[in-house]
């Protein structure tokens, strides 16, 4: 079944314990993609990759790191969690089409709700 | 601020009416894609268009694109209660670091019975 995998899917952690979020599609995407959800501000991109060791910052990178070193695997990686980081995270993969450059339709993950205290 | 906003913010109808949600955008566009959420799920695909398209049909779905005034809209045809969730939609865009898909903030969407 073609998937994207996200672990944990709820973690409840204290401020500056690092902690990594795993993400693992099986369906050969080149693109993958990590969104935060927040009440009222939508799906906001923190960080993307294009294929491997290719990645970019998305529109609010700060506090969070990331590194593709396989093509199925997308972890995020929070290295000193703070409370405003608390939220609804999403990873999400696609296929890049041919020709132009675009992003094809993108497969999520069910989320991972992280709490900082 | 966002690339894509979405307008009505909320919608409530009653089964069988049409819903139609809007999307206005920035920037120009590879694609715009439509997707739904149902409460704290992952989202889910619905449709996507491309910058050369103007009308997609899905289903029950209808999606418009109107680049000269960077504007979407979604139609839900005989709307029913399960199509109640939020819809997003999310404009790909070719940027220096690769292709971006920008969320707007969504639609909830509510169907009454």
């Known amino acids: 079944e073609a998937q994207v995998t996200q672990n944990p899917r709820y973690l409840i952690t204290v401020t500056g314990k690092k902690l990594t979020v795993t993400c693992s599609q099986n369906?050969?995407?080149?693109?993958m993609s990590w969104y935060r959800q927040d009440p009222g501000l939508g799906l906001r991109q923190i960080y993307y990759?294009?294929?491997?060791?290719?990645?970019d910052k998305g529109d609010v990178p700060e506090g969070y790191k990331v590194s593709r070193k396989e093509k199925r695997n997308f972890p995020l990686i929070l290295e000193s969690p703070s409370p405003n980081q608390t939220s609804l995270y999403f990873c999400?993969?696609?296929?890049?089409?041919?020709?132009?450059?675009?992003?094809?339709?993108?497969?999520f993950g069910e989320g991972s709700r992280l709490t900082v205290l | 601020s966002q690339q894509g906003e979405e307008d009505p913010q909320a919608l409530s109808i009653q089964e069988g009416e049409n819903a139609t949600m809007n999307c206005s955008y920035k920037?120009?566009?590879?694609?715009l894609q439509w997707y739904r959420q149902n409460s704290g799920r992952g989202l889910v695909h619905l449709i996507l268009?491309?910058?050369?398209?103007r009308e997609k049909h899905s289903g029950r779905l209808r999606v418009t694109l109107d680049t000269s005034k960077k504007s979407s809209s979604l139609l839900i045809t005989a709307s029913r209660a399960a199509d109640t969730a939020s819809y997003f939609c999310?404009?790909?865009?070719?940027?220096?670091?690769?292709?971006?898909?920008?969320f707007g903030t969504g639609t909830q969407l509510k169907v009454e019975l």
């Open positions: 999400a993969s696609s296929f890049r089409t041919s020709g132009r450059p675009s992003t094809g339709e993108l497969f």
């Open positions: 369906m050969n995407h080149e693109y």
């Open positions: 990759s294009m294929n491997v060791e290719v990645t």
């Open positions: 920037t120009s566009i590879n694609n």
């Open positions: 268009i491309r910058s050369n398209e």
């Open positions: 999310a404009t790909d865009i070719l940027t220096g670091g690769g292709n971006k898909l920008t």
